[in-house]
């Protein structure tokens, strides 16, 4: 079983910067294709990015991509979510969200099996 709690969030003003932080238990991340999800009021959950447990580059939405980084330290045994230039429409309900350990990579969010409890991200301008 996998436990991911995720950190970080709250208001940010459009321009700046904010770090989420998922942390997880019962596996370590190493072993672990871990994303980063995101649901707005009244919008359906989207994909953000994703690190692939055997390694190689990540996978970013478009509307993140070269203002999003999304990084495993496995000393830590966290997935975090380093978010620059956030603008409004990043506000929403973050999500971290594993896969069965040693599964392959996916944008989708029906092929991840734990999830965390989410974390708010407010941009105002």
């Known amino acids: 079983q996998v436990q991911l709690v995720e950190s970080g969030g709250g208001l940010v003003q459009a321009g700046g910067s904010l770090r989420l932080s998922c942390a997880a238990s019962g596996r370590t991340v190493s072993s672990l294709t871990v994303g980063w999800f995101r649901q707005a009021p009244g919008k359906e959950r989207e994909f953000v990015a994703y690190v692939y447990w055997l390694g190689g580059a990540p996978m970013y939405t478009d509307a993140v991509k070269g203002r999003f980084t999304i990084s495993r330290d496995n000393a830590k045994n966290t997935v975090n979510l380093q978010m620059s230039s956030v603008i409004p429409d990043d506000t929403a309900v973050y999500y971290c969200?594993?896969?069965?350990?040693?599964?392959?990579?996916?944008?989708?969010?029906?092929?991840?099996?734990?999830w965390g409890q989410g974390t708010q991200v407010t941009v105002f301008s």
């Open positions: 969200a594993a896969r069965s350990p040693r599964s392959g990579a996916s944008p989708s969010a029906r092929e991840y099996e734990y």
